[in-house]
Nanobody, 123 residues
Framework: QVPLVESGGGSVQPGGSLRLSCAAS????MGWFRQAPGKEREGVAT???????FYADSVKGRFTISRDTARNTLYLQMNNLKPEDTGMYYC?????????????????????WGQGTQVTVSA
């Protein structure tokens, strides 16, 4: 495995879009998580084998997780961003187990983490 490295964060106005990227060579089941100041880290979207994807209710219909296997990159396309989407976004990976598929959005199910990229949504 190579270290997970996120990129693509920034500041946008409400309704705007960003695409986060994570260099993910050698990693199995993966996901995006976020942490707002003073809050616990929470799952945003995860991607297992066979294109299985899982989303937090708060981002369904707005965010899309995807992988480019040729480039070993994990993406998070974020559309219609809201101020409550503000936070540090982390890429994470885990071993694909049955337990992971049941609770992949739980940060405790991931064991390798990137350093994070900041996303700020404000007018």
């Amino acid at each position: 495995q190579v270290p997970l490295v996120e990129s693509g964060g920034g500041s946008v106005q409400p309704g705007g879009s960003l695409r986060l990227s994570c260099a993910a060579s050698g990693h199995d089941c993966m996901g995006w998580f976020r942490q707002a100041p003073g809050k616990e880290r929470e799952g945003v979207a995860t991607s297992g084998r066979s294109s299985d994807t899982f989303y937090a209710d708060s981002v369904k219909g707005r965010f899309t997780i995807s992988r480019d296997t040729a480039r070993n990159t994990l993406y998070l396309q974020m559309n219609n961003l809201k101020p409550e989407d503000t936070g540090m976004y982390y890429c994470a990976s885990a071993t694909c187990t049955a337990r992971w598929y049941i609770s992949s959005l739980n940060p405790r199910e991931s064991d390798t983490w990137g350093q994070g990229t900041q996303v700020t949504v404000s007018a």
